[in-house]
């Protein structure tokens, strides 16, 4: 089974390292990770991921912009929002600029592997309690 190249994106330096561990063990080769939203953008142009797993809140551009940018930029990129934001409206919001996935961080452990194997091929996953 090949690996997903994901890129990830948290301005939380301890949440990009905690992922970063935990995907690695899990068929993911993490090919970046970056602190803001523009840095996504210009990172998906560079490393080509096959999925972003992203945060919602995040300096100079936030998620939702970045998410809407690089699917622009590049429509095969996959996006799965990883946040803390269980609001069905911004969840709403994710999913209506092209998102794949939208996870909750306290849920990581059960739903971010199959959000980001469903969004590489092509599926839709949310989290409990988001839609």
Not at 55 to 70: F, T
Not at 110 to 131: K, M, Q, Y
Request: charged share 25%; aromatic share 4%; hydrophobic share 45%.
């Amino acid at each position: 089974m090949s690996r997903i190249r994901v890129l990830l994106a948290d301005d939380n330096i301890q949440v990009l390292e905690y992922v970063r561990d935990f995907l690695s063990g899990n068929h993911c080769e993490v090919v970046g990770a970056v602190t803001d939203g523009q840095a996504a953008v210009d990172a998906v142009a560079q490393l080509l991921p096959d999925v972003v797993v992203l945060d919602l809140s995040m300096p100079v551009l936030n998620g939702i912009e970045a998410a809407k940018r690089m699917i622009e930029a590049r429509p095969s990129t996959k996006v799965v929002f990883l946040t803390v934001e269980k609001d069905r409206d911004t969840c709403h919001a994710a999913l209506e600029v092209g998102a794949r996935g939208y996870v909750l961080k306290p849920r990581l452990a059960t739903d971010l592997v199959p959000a980001i194997t469903l969004a590489n091929d092509g599926g839709r996953f949310v989290s409990p309690g988001c839609e």
